[in-house]
């Protein structure tokens, strides 16, 4: 089994910034691409940053020059740096995985279960 879990959510004033971590953990043999999505009230889940296991990181429109996606691949751990930032930041964060279990040759999407980011004065 795999487990992702999310950490560094919170209540920050506009302008503010806050750092989010996603630590997978199991029996990983090896992790692709890591991202983070969020999802607002009444809205659809979007991407906002995908790191490949090497290559180009990709960030949505709205946060580039803002937030920075980086990981750590010895411990399995994707982070979001999430600077100057906006009301409409305000979403439920959640960070995916593709990973390859033990005893597998094929690669599986695992989601987190999510962390709250809210952005008010």
């Known amino acids: 089994q795999v487990q992702l879990v999310e950490s560094g959510g919170g209540l920050v004033q506009p302008g503010g910034s806050l750092r989010l971590s996603c630590a997978a953990s199991g029996s990983i043999i090896h992790i692709n691409g890591m991202g983070w999505y969020r999802q607002a009230p009444g809205k659809q889940r979007e991407l906002v940053a995908n790191?490949?296991?090497?290559?180009?990181?990709s960030y949505a429109d709205s946060v580039k020059g803002r937030f920075t996606i980086s990981r750590d691949n010895a411990k399995n751990t994707v982070y979001l740096q999430m600077n100057s930032l906006r009301p409409e930041d305000t979403a439920v964060y959640y960070c995916?995985?593709?990973?390859?279990?033990?005893?597998?040759?094929?690669?599986?999407?695992?989601w987190g279960q999510g962390t709250q980011v809210t952005v008010s004065s």
């Open positions: 995916n995985a593709d990973v390859r279990r033990a005893g597998t040759t094929w690669y599986n999407k695992y």
């Open positions: 790191i490949p296991s090497d290559g180009t990181l």
